[in-house]
């Protein structure tokens, strides 16, 4: 082998060494059916057998929070875990993805990662290669967890969940139904109000959401609205008042779920782990 030959084979192992190709490989429930992405054979899924799901959104390019988020979550063993977009601060930049899978590795190895998408996954063809999902639904515990994408048209969220919600439904999406932080202003959730009369007649009575950088919570006669974007992006302040507001806090946060056949106990916490707020829905 000439000296050339040995520096570019040299190199090549190096790299493949140092650098290697971050694993993407995930296990989602889509409309009640198992989906495996990119799979990977050196993938060993194990899946968490409790009835615990975490919940967090917004991670952008906030690694160092994201990370701690990411640790803190698997101390509590989830089933599922939702990623209510955002996941990368621009959709076009692959290095972005490479970094959000090389956190949520271990999230990957052991939970059903679901997701829906957020503004920030613009321009969308990598996010849509990898997920490929809009609007969809998964039952576990029971319950039916219910995915919307708002971009692909306010109809046909409404349309989706007069056609697949139950009596016993939560709702993920990204974008706020009802917030005091600073996107209260967007079109796109002025919008979103009309929903809040079709979860009235559906009786969905938890909507989870992000895209404020903060943790808030709404009551309206016992239907509760939850804010967790404190996945790692720079928080939000409070800009305005509600009287529907029971809890609001400017920090990187997350949810928890804990699931009973009559209840949903809700427990949102710091990033550092430090509870902010525990409640129940009763179904």
Not at 20 to 49: G, Q
Not at 59 to 76: A, M, N, P, T, Y
Request: include cysteine.
């Amino acid at each position: 082998m000439t000296f050339k030959k040995y520096v570019i084979f040299f190199l090549i192992i190096f790299s493949i060494v140092i650098f290697p190709e971050i694993n993407k490989t995930l296990y989602f429930n889509f409309n009640n059916k198992i989906i495996v992405k990119n799979y990977d054979e050196s993938f060993n899924f194990s899946l968490n057998e409790s009835t615990i799901v975490a919940i967090y959104g917004d991670s952008r390019w906030g690694d160092k929070i994201h990370s701690e988020i990411v640790s803190q979550i698997l101390k509590f063993n989830p089933h599922v875990v939702i990623h209510l977009g955002d996941m990368v601060n621009k959709g076009d930049n692959i290095n972005d993805w490479e970094k959000f899978f090389e956190i949520t590795y271990d999230l990957r190895k052991r939970s059903y990662f679901q997701v829906v998408k957020g503004n920030h996954e613009n321009p969308s063809d990598y996010f849509d290669k990898i997920f490929g999902v809009k609007n969809y639904y998964s039952d576990f515990f029971g319950y039916r967890f219910i995915f919307l994408d708002a971009e692909s048209g306010i109809n046909k969220c409404i349309e989706f969940i007069k056609n697949y919600a139950n009596e016993k439904s939560i709702v993920f999406l990204h974008y706020p139904i009802f917030t005091v932080g600073p996107h209260f202003k967007d079109s796109i959730v002025k919008k979103l109000k009309i929903l809040h009369e079709i979860f009235l007649n559906k009786n969905v009575k938890l909507v989870i959401s992000a895209h404020e950088h903060n943790y808030q919570h709404f009551v309206f006669n016992n239907f509760h609205y939850i804010i967790t974007g404190g996945g790692g992006a720079a928080t939000y302040n409070k800009v305005l008042n509600n009287k529907n507001l029971t809890f609001f806090s400017k920090v990187h946060n997350f949810v928890i779920l804990e699931f009973n056949n009559k209840f949903v106990t809700v427990k949102s916490y710091k990033y550092n782990g430090e509870l902010l707020e525990e409640f129940n829905v009763q179904y």
